[in-house]
């Protein structure tokens, strides 16, 4: 179908950006969006465009991301999907410190917040180290620090967001002078970066192989149905050929016991 379509060509688009490809992963995250907006999948289109969105913010392209953000929050706030809303936020904090507007950042940082607080929501840590930053700009560093090491202590050894964090945590401790800190922290920042690549490196090969594994048993099914397709054509040629042989047999006997009659009489 066309969500698992749009599943693949999303996780091939994935397998591009990790390789620091970013014109075919845009290919294919655009593909994967076209696919699930001809099913009518909002939401999951709205997760592609923040998908893209980051894509476009890692290489700086804050134009191109913030309309994709915007599109995919109002997408959000009509499912009433308040926990994504609190991530498309954090992707537009994260743009408008791109562009240097920290005023709009402050702005779409204090509606977060008040969705959350509204609601009682967990902060997810994209949106705890977009909020540090704009604390970190507007100088209140000590305060980026305390939200920086309450969403550390929060998240399992294991998070795909702790290298983030800790990257955020090191820019802070060099902001305040705290140089050998920050070189630490940095240090410890990239050895997660380095474990949580590996562990992505090692999924991509699972998925990789189970592909070619797949693509292989159907190409052994096709294969044997073709064979099985011709042996039964050959059986029924066999048993045509055994059922003419018997009629010819049978016509024979008839014209010499007929023979046998006449001369008899």
């Not at 893209?52 to 392209?61: K, S």
């Not at 709009?104 to 977060?112: E, F, I, L, N, Y």
């Not at 189970?210 to 073709?226: G, K, Q, S, V």
């Amino acid at each position: 179908g066309g969500e698992v379509q749009a599943a693949v060509l999303n996780n091939i688009g994935d397998v591009y950006r990790d390789l620091g490809d970013r014109e075919k992963a845009e290919r294919y995250y655009r593909d994967a969006l076209a696919a699930l907006e001809k099913r009518g999948e909002t939401k999951g289109a709205a997760h592609v465009r923040e998908t893209l969105a980051e894509l476009a913010l890692d290489y700086g392209d804050a134009r191109t991301a913030r309309p994709l953000l915007e599109d995919a929050l109002r997408t959000y706030r009509a499912a009433d999907k308040r926990t994504f809303m609190l991530r498309a936020y954090a992707g537009l904090i994260r743009t408008a410190l791109q562009e240097g507007d920290t005023a709009a950042a402050q702005r779409w940082s204090a509606d977060a917040f008040a969705v959350a607080d509204a609601h009682h929501l967990p902060l997810p840590a994209s949106l705890q180290r977009e909020a540090a930053r704009v604390d970190r700009a507007l100088g209140r560093l000590d305060a980026a620090e305390t939200r920086l090491r309450q969403a550390l202590a929060a998240l399992p050894e294991s998070d795909a967001d702790r290298a983030s964090l800790l990257e955020a945590l090191a820019e802070t401790q060099d902001a305040q002078g705290r140089h050998a800190a920050a070189f630490a922290t940095l240090r410890e920042a990239h050895a997660q970066a380095e474990r949580l690549s590996q562990a992505r490196h090692d999924r991509q090969l699972d998925w990789l192989r189970t592909r070619f594994e797949t693509a292989e048993r159907d190409r052994t099914i096709a294969a044997l149905e073709t064979e099985n397709r011709l042996r039964r054509a050959e059986v029924r040629q066999r048993t045509l050929l055994l059922w003419l042989t018997l009629a010819v047999a049978v016509s024979v006997a008839l014209l010499i016991w007929t023979g046998l009659q006449r001369r008899r009489q």
